[in-house]
Every structure is written in structure tokens, then in C-alpha cells.
Nanobody, 125 residues
Framework: QVQLVESGGGLVQAGGSLRLSCAAS????????MGWFCQAPGKESEFVAG????????LYADSVKGRFTISRDNAKNTVSLQMDSLKSEDTAVYSC??????????????????WGQGTQVTVSS
């Protein structure tokens, strides 16, 4: 069983930055790919970014490339999402997810087994 707890969401002006963190329990954290997804009101959940077990491989949605950076610290069992140059369209609930038993991230939501409760990010224009 893995538990994921996100933090770091909030309200920020367009052009600003936020850093989301996800704390994970479980001994197999370093072997599991992690991902961040977002869901805006009335919209489907969307892939944002993913990272491999070691952190050496990352994957991004086109909409966030060059603005967001995913990273992980396996010693602390945490994965982070640094969000820069935020836009109003980034407003959503952001959730981290663990792809247990798989080393590499994917863009497919159903490939991730464990999910956090989500944290709200609101970008004002």
C-alpha cells in the first residue's frame, strides 16, 4: 500500500511560480515511476509530467514544456513539480500518482495505481 500526500498549492498571479510536493510512503518508491496530473472544472484529467524511478528520465505535456520541472528525492520519498511562468489556464487540481511496479512514466492515467487527494492551484490573470 502506498499513500501520497500533496502540498504546495495556492493562489498565484499569472507569470508567478509555485512548487508542489508529494510525500510518498512505501519501500518501493525508488522503483516506481511517478506522475502529476491535473483536472480543471468541467474537464478531463490531463497528464502534466512524469519521472522515472531514478529521476533520470522525465516526460512532459507539451503545454508545460519549458515552464514546469518535475524532480524527485528518493532519500526523502518525495516528488516535486516546480511550476514557473504560470498561466490562467494552468488553474486546476493537481494530483500526484504512483506507477507501482513500473520504472518509467507514461502519459496514461490508468497506468498509475495510487493517487493523492490533490491540491488546488489557482492562477489569476
Amino acid at each position: 500500500q502506498v499513500q501520497l500526500v500533496e502540498s504546495g498549492g495556492g493562489l498565484v498571479q499569472a507569470g508567478g511560480s509555485l512548487r508542489l510536493s508529494c510525500a510518498a510512503s512505501g519501500r518501493t518508491f525508488s522503483m516506481s515511476a511517478m506522475g502529476w496530473f491535473c483536472q480543471a472544472p468541467g474537464k478531463e484529467s490531463e497528464f502534466v509530467a512524469g519521472i522515472s524511478g531514478s529521476g533520470s528520465s522525465t516526460l512532459y505535456a507539451d503545454s508545460v514544456k519549458g515552464r514546469f520541472t518535475i524532480s524527485r528525492d528518493n532519500a526523502k520519498n518525495t516528488v516535486s513539480l516546480q511550476m514557473d511562468s504560470l498561466k490562467s489556464e494552468d488553474t486546476a487540481v493537481y494530483s500526484c500518482a504512483a506507477r507501482m511496479g513500473s520504472y518509467y512514466p507514461t502519459r496514461v492515467r490508468n497506468n498509475y495505481i495510487y493517487w493523492g487527494q490533490g491540491t488546488q492551484v489557482t492562477v489569476s490573470s
